[in-house]
């Protein structure tokens, strides 16, 4: 039955900052005390990554933040929508008092999430719309860098809402606002797990004209070894996970497997790193 099969094992989520703080500590808590025997191993990834993850075999199962495509091989639940909060410091609290404009609001040093995540994304699809270029003075790794570099007055925040954090900021309103966004889990249709970079002529071609360009071939390897530098590289500590991990990317003929596992980076990230593929 499905309750004896869940008295023991382990289960990997893969699983964004946002997605985390918005709906997974409770739900691990409860999954925790209804399933005690079984173990539970969280990855933390970009959507891209954790869809990869997922795809790849590396994860059972991921939570991620839309903007997200639906087509392929996964399937969708929502679990909650949240939106955007625009946040400032105590100095430019008067912003507060009054509804800006886009305009208005990028004439300040803006900061948000980089442009390696779907959050990046979802801010510059909806700046274009209104006509503006989405420049961020100040671009972070993870959501929670946000609020400290806000409450020191290096710029006006763009936060996902359940990464926010009362105290010393205020939260400001334009005259045009951001769609709501949705946390979402997302699993395998079915058992068989495509591989997420496929062996058709159109992806040699594509390697084809980087090969064939010097620089290129410069900016792909300066962006792989600068995640397999001593301070990037990750280190499994769960050695069955790890081999299980060679497994799957030697079955599937999954190169973003291994090196997701590796520098936490997808070869689809690498090349959008290296400006070789549009990042959007």
Do not use: W
């Not at 893969?14 to 709906?23: C, F, I, M, P």
């Amino acid at each position: 039955s499905k309750a004896n099969d869940l008295q023991s094992g382990t289960v990997t989520i893969s699983v964004t900052e946002t997605a985390l703080h918005g709906v997974m500590l409770p739900l691990l808590n409860e999954f925790h005390e209804r399933y005690p025997g079984i173990k539970i191993k969280l990855l933390n990834h970009s959507t891209p990554q954790a869809l990869t993850a997922l795809k790849s075999g590396i994860a059972n199962l991921a939570v991620v933040t839309t903007p997200i495509s639906t087509e392929g091989s996964l399937n969708f639940h929502k679990l909650r929508e949240f939106r955007e909060l625009i946040i400032c410091s105590t100095k430019l609290k008067d912003l507060a008092k009054r509804t800006l404009t886009l305009e208005e609001l990028c004439s300040h040093p803006i900061i948000s999430l980089n442009r390696n995540t779907r959050t990046y994304d979802f801010y510059s699809d909806f700046f274009f719309q209104h006509g503006i270029d989405f420049q961020p003075d100040i671009e972070v790794a993870t959501a929670d860098q946000i609020m400290p570099l806000v409450k020191s007055n290096l710029g006006i925040g763009l936060i996902p809402e359940p990464m926010a954090q009362s105290g010393d900021v205020y939260i400001l309103k334009t005259d045009e606002e951001f769609p709501k966004r949705s946390i979402v889990l997302a699993e395998n249709a079915d058992n068989n797990m495509p591989t997420v970079l496929p062996k058709e002529n159109e992806v040699e071609q594509f390697f084809s004209r980087i090969m064939a360009s010097e620089g290129a071939c410069q900016r792909l390897s300066n962006v792989l070894y600068d995640h397999l530098s001593d301070d990037d590289m990750q280190t499994d500590p769960d050695p069955e996970h790890l081999v299980q991990v060679l497994l799957t990317a030697y079955t599937n003929g999954d190169i973003s497997a291994l090196l997701l596992e590796l520098c936490g980076r997808s070869l689809f990230d690498l090349l959008r790193e290296a400006y070789l593929i549009p990042i959007s």
